[in-house]
């Protein structure tokens, strides 16, 4: 069942929490709702289950109008981030709740409930926990139960708001795994919504970056990564390193440092926005790039060793990040308090006012100089 | 026997270690409690005790058998349910009330709700008494409907009822307010009417305090003598509750048996609030996962 999200409008107050949203959401995929809070992801994500009225605009499910259908003739699933479990009802009780709702005409039978529930318990891999009250269950459990729950009914429509948000990081990771399996098996239309970057990549099919009541970019997990769309987005997929300064004569200057620009407007003011893993650390600068920096601390934990950079003889508003494999790590032994050269591989440029930025690949470019020559 | 006298002064001395706690005056504070407990609850209650045993137990028995204080234990029972399950509905709605909604003037009714614990409760008897009284302004009303309230012991309801009010508002509040949406969004996203969200979600979580509540009201209403003497009427076998009876025992001097009464009173009281925390308690464990 597709979802169609129409220009829906929605004021808490004085507070405008969405502004003209409009969205579609394919059939049969997981997507991700994906902004810093207050951006307006749980909102949009109430008024698509019908928990919350817009001011204006559609909530379309696969072409039908449901937008003055109440929450419990939508027939979605809600998972809560609180879980939201009832406390005086055992897990079976919990799971059975939404088919002992159902009018009488489509309710199965007691006996059909119980298989019904069992199935789901095996499911969620939890059968001998059947018995057991919530508060005898751990956070991890508790979500599998409570997924389990909104599933019963087999609704059309999976809806999570930061399912994975109070749980700590190891149960994290392993429901994330569950959750894309269990979708991979059942193929419902799934959102879900979430603060966290990686688990928005990891996870979904789709990302929808929000911002301010806004939709702010929407594309795959690696079309999001490879081409953010605003500096908004580039700020909030993970750590960022800008160089903002003025460009003169084919440069990018602030202070001592200096990237060189083929092919752009004198004149102007202009941020370089370069990803940990698009910029490499050399002991000299290059022939491109003059970028000062000193080693403040060096972090050996991951599959990459990071590390950061104080700028030296200009400013950055933000401390420096680089990538660098153990391999690389070991031969050039870098420490801190020396002081480095960043050099970039790819950049994003955002000139002036502009919205969208431009990349620029040095490679390539040199690559392309040297071939001319 | 070297051996038990080691073991004797180990604890001693590991009690002068736990004695280093972190929260620092808990020997005082304790000692004052239970100090202030025993001279406020404990002693009156000895002396009841102690009053009372200076019969015999025949003499007892036929001071608490007497048929006239019997009947009076039959209207106060049968009366203070009435009131305290009245409470238990009206209760409930005005502390939902409360909790669900905003209207104006709602702090004020949630302070008028107190009134009845302010109120002299023979303040309220007699005000209560006016109203309801053949041509007072309840009263003339009640009466062409052929309902005599005044001097009835439907008065020892109305009576038992106004007084007891707060206890059930007080103890379900808190309650409902701690109730999470959550919990009712996800009844309503799985399909639940609203008559099945609140008898499945809401009510399982507030009975405990609504029990308690009831309760409490009810213990109160066994007690009340103040409001009730003014509206009762007080006529013997009718409308004579079982506080009157020990407030007549003692004006006829006859301590013995007031205390006897007292004691029979006392003990129902007991009994019914350790019943009640008892299984409360175990209702609260099942729900806290112990």
Same mark, same amino acid.
């Given at each position: ?31 991700? +709702? ?5 951006? $307006? ?15 204006? $605009? ?39 709740? @939404? +088919? ?11 006996? =059909? ?39 019963? &009914? ?7 708001? =930061? ?17 894309? !399996? ?11 919504? &979430? ?74 003011? !202009? ?30 934990? @991951? ?43 790819? @950049? ?19 690559? !392309? ?5 | 026997?070297?051996? %038990?006298?080691?073991? /004797? ?17 808990? /020997? ?25 045993? /200076? ?22 029972? #049968? ?57 007072? #302004? ?124 007292? %004691? ?16 409360? /308690? ?9």
């Amino acid at each position: 069942m597709s979802i169609t999200i129409d220009q829906i409008n929605k004021n808490f107050g004085g507070f405008q929490a969405l502004k003209n949203v409009s969205l579609d959401i394919p059939e049969g995929q997981l997507t991700a +709702l994906l902004g810093p809070s207050g951006s $307006g992801k749980t909102t949009l994500l109430r008024i698509i289950a019908g928990l919350e009225s817009s001011d204006s $605009g559609r909530i379309l499910f696969g072409g039908d109008d449901v937008s003055q259908l109440h929450v419990r003739d939508r027939n979605i699933g809600f998972v809560f981030q609180h879980y939201a479990l009832f406390r005086h009802l055992t897990v079976a009780e919990n799971i059975a709740f @939404g +088919l002992e709702s159902l009018p009488k005409k489509q309710r199965p039978s007691k006996q =059909e409930i119980r298989q019904r529930v069992a199935k789901l318990l095996e499911m969620i891999q939890l059968p001998e926990l059947a018995k057991r009250y919530p508060a005898q269950l751990s956070g991890g459990q508790k979500q599998r139960v409570a997924l389990a729950r909104a599933l019963a &009914t087999q609704p059309r429509i999976l809806l999570l708001d =930061e399912p994975f948000g109070a749980l700590d990081a190891k149960v994290r990771k392993d429901l994330r795994r569950w959750l894309r !399996a269990l979708h991979d098996e059942y193929h419902f239309t799934s959102i879900f919504v &979430t603060h966290d970057q990686e688990e928005a990549l990891e996870l979904s099919d789709q990302v929808v970056v929000m911002s301010q009541g806004q939709v702010e970019q929407v594309n795959s997990p690696t079309g999001l990564y490879a081409r953010p769309e605003s500096r908004f987005v580039f700020d909030f997929l993970g750590h960022v390193n800008v160089l903002s300064g003025l460009v003169k004569g084919q440069k990018l200057v602030q202070g001592d440092a200096w990237v060189s620009l083929p092919g752009v407007r004198h004149d102007q003011e !202009a941020q370089l926005y370069l990803r940990p893993h698009e910029v490499q650390l050399s002991r000299s600068p290059a022939a491109k790039a003059r970028l000062p920096l000193r080693i403040e601390a060096i972090s050996l934990i @991951g599959s990459e060793v990071r590390i950061e950079l104080a700028p030296e003889g200009w400013q950055s508003d933000e401390i420096w990040e680089i990538g660098m494999s153990h391999a690389e790590f070991a031969r050039q032994n870098p420490t801190r308090g020396e002081l480095w050269y960043a050099v970039p591989d790819v @950049g994003h440029l955002f000139v002036a006012d502009s919205v969208q930025p431009r990349t620029i690949d040095w490679q390539y470019t040199e690559a !392309a100089n040297a071939s001319n020559m | 026997m070297s051996t %038990s006298a080691q073991a /004797g002064v180990a604890p001693v001395r590991r009690l002068g270690r736990r004695s280093k706690r972190v929260l620092p005056g808990f /020997g005082l504070s304790l000692g004052i409690s239970l100090f202030f407990v025993s001279l406020v609850l404990l002693l009156p209650m000895t002396g009841l005790v102690v009053e009372t045993s /200076g019969m015999t137990w025949d003499q007892f028995w036929f001071t608490i058998t007497d048929p006239r204080v019997v009947e009076s234990y039959k209207v106060t029972l #049968w009366t203070a349910l009435a009131a305290s399950l009245f409470n238990g509905l009206f209760g409930l709605l005005l502390a939902w009330v409360l909790v669900r909604y905003e209207f104006p003037g709602k702090r004020i009714v949630d302070a008028v709700v107190d009134l009845p614990f302010a109120l002299p409760t023979a303040v309220a008897g007699i005000t209560l008494a006016t109203l309801f009284s053949q041509n007072g #302004w309840y009263g003339q009303w009640l009466a062409k409907i052929g309902l005599e309230v005044a001097f009835t012991p439907l008065g020892i309801v109305v009576a038992m009822a106004f007084t007891s009010i707060p206890f059930v508002v007080r103890t379900v509040q808190p309650v409902l307010e701690e109730l999470s949406p959550a919990d009712e969004e996800a009844a309503v996203s799985l399909g639940a009417s609203d008559g099945r969200v609140f008898r499945k979600v809401i009510f399982p979580s507030l009975w405990p305090a609504l029990v308690t509540g009831i309760a409490l009201s009810f213990t109160r209403s066994l007690g009340e003598f103040g409001a009730i003497i003014f509206i009762a009427g007080n006529t013997p076998y009718v409308s004579e509750v079982t506080s009157l009876m020990i407030f007549i025992r003692l004006q006829e001097y006859d301590y013995a048996a007031a205390s006897a009464i007292a %004691s029979l009173v006392l003990l129902a009281s007991l009994i019914l609030l350790f019943s009640i925390n008892l299984w409360q /308690g175990r209702y609260l464990r099942r729900l806290e996962g112990r």
